[in-house]
């Protein structure tokens, strides 16, 4: 099981950035992806995530309405779009997926918001 994340840099409030996360090595449809964050000194916190499937989908409260979750089946990929950026939404971002118990995250991507 892969999951590589990146589109995370800097930008400044109110400005946007495009999350990916690249997934191999199960079967894509099976599963829920979800995007968790970890600011410094806080801890890892879910900000939404997608059932594959069916599309189900998830947001924490302080991202709904600025940030949109969608996949792509065919790319196995997962995206956080992520609008109206506040300099709370600074973290590293992960991707992340359960299967048969067992937690496999990616290695993260930091979004920066100056303000």
């Known amino acids: 099981v892969q999951l590589q994340a990146s589109g995370g840099g800097l930008v400044q409030t109110g400005g946007s950035l495009r999350l990916s996360c690249a997934t191999s090595?199960?079967?894509?449809?099976?599963?829920?992806i979800a995007w968790f964050r970890q600011a410094p000194g806080k801890q890892r916190e879910g900000v939404s995530s997608?059932?594959?499937?069916?599309?189900?989908?998830y947001y924490t409260d302080s991202v709904k309405g600025r940030f949109t979750i969608s996949r792509d089946i065919r790319q196995t990929t997962v995206y956080l779009q992520m609008n109206s950026l506040r300099p709370e939404d600074t973290a590293v971002y992960y991707c992340n997926v359960v299967r048969a118990h067992i937690n496999y995250w990616g290695q993260g991507t930091l979004v920066t918001v100056s303000s």
């Open positions: 997608i059932r594959i499937s069916n599309g189900d989908i």
């Open positions: 090595g199960f079967v894509f449809d099976d599963y829920a």
